[in-house]
């Protein structure tokens, strides 16, 4: 990458050009294997499909909290189900590369705000986000399971 930027349309050529060195890094390229891996897993896909299906009658037990008459099975279901999910190799695997992926974008975010100006906010510099479970669903984080973070 050039040294001197001297219009925005040179500022996003050299993102593209960053973009491309990030799509082949080992980093990115183990998050596509993961990914297609849990994607061909057929018991993967039918753990992420009943872990969707407990997550939504979780949701509509939600409304009625602990007064709803199957609150406590629901609960204990979508529980089991998750860990079930998450202890699957093909699932843990792809949530390890998911989460080496997005520390590698969290740093080099951090290296180019860092540049600009040492004061910019980043969630990496956060303590708040630092200890948070960005590997959860329903936290923020992304799951590969479809669940509230959006992720399929």
Known sequence: MSAVISTPVDLLEESSQLGQIILQSDVFIEYLNA??????DNEAQRLITEFAEAKDKYEEVQRFGKYHPDYKTISKEVRSVKREMDMHDSVADFRRAERALEELLNEVCGEVAGI????IKLPGNNPYFEN?????CGTGGGCGAGGSCGCS
Do not use: F
């Open 35 to 40: 990914r297609d891996r849990m994607e061909n």
């Open 116 to 119: 600009v100006s040492p004061t």
């Open 132 to 136: 948070a479970d960005s590997g959860s």
